[in-house]
């Protein structure tokens, strides 16, 4: 959670647009410590004024975002969503879509949604509860999300808003820091080894000569996340201690 915080870290007054247990308690935790100015929303159409715990109806609301808004948002990029991956591979393309070869998917899954449209003009992080080679992989079935090299191919009117700021697994955090823009490991979480991770990746990583530590939360972190945010310990539902 702390991770993903950090991913809206000097955001300033942006929509944060998070999918999932873990990235909707970052988003939150951000907003409650350093990222004051972040937008939320009550996951449907509701811009909130407060921070409520997971699940509960927020007190104050500060505006009214229905969809053709939100698409506005993200056609002028003031929006950082933080999706999921049922694929990533190194150049940072992402799959939502289906398993398999396209003629005959062996798995059907959400579709593309909203990920090339996201990919193309705002900040867009990705979020994997269950790092595995079955997820990074070395090229994914589908593009639904565009990766740099897509990206690149496409020319100018792609690469121009295009941003992947972080991946963020149970493991660690990824980046695409690197001179051919391809998977670099950039933070390893406390406990986790390089060899796990490498282990659990598809693809040759970027490794540094030396790896930090994700930064763990401080104390009035953990009391935000354990009192305030998450009392009912929903976390453990995506990623169990």
Request: net charge negative; with cysteine.
């Amino acid at each position: 959670m702390v991770a993903c915080a950090e991913a809206w870290r000097d955001a300033g007054e942006i929509l944060a647009s998070p999918m999932g247990t873990v990235p909707t308690l970052g988003a939150r935790l951000a907003r409650l410590t350093f990222a004051p100015d972040l937008l939320l929303t009550d996951g449907e159409a509701l811009l909130i004024g407060d921070t409520p715990a997971l699940g509960a109806p927020p007190e104050t609301v500060e505006g009214w975002l229905p969809y053709r808004q939100h698409l506005a948002l993200v056609a002028t990029g003031r929006r950082h969503v933080m999706m999921g991956a049922s694929q990533i591979d190194r150049h940072g393309n992402q799959n939502i879509s289906c398993i398999g070869d396209w003629a005959r998917p062996t798995r059907q899954l959400l579709g593309v949604r909203g990920a090339p449209v996201n990919t193309l003009n705002n900040p867009t992080s990705y979020w994997v509860p269950k790092h595995s080679p079955r997820v990074f992989v070395e090229h994914v079935d589908m593009v639904s999300g565009v990766g740099y090299a897509r990206a690149a191919e496409a020319g100018p009117s792609a690469t121009r808003y295009h941003r992947i700021p972080e991946v963020i697994s149970n493991l660690g955090v990824f980046d695409f820091d690197t001179p051919d823009r391809t998977m670099r490991l950039r933070s390893l979480h406390p406990g986790v080894t390089v060899e796990q991770v490498q282990e659990a990746t598809g693809f040759a990583l970027t490794v540094p000569a030396e790896v930090p530590y994700t930064r763990a939360p401080d104390a009035d972190e953990l009391r935000l996340i354990r009192e305030v945010l998450d009392p009912g310990d929903l976390r453990a539902r995506e990623v169990p201690a």
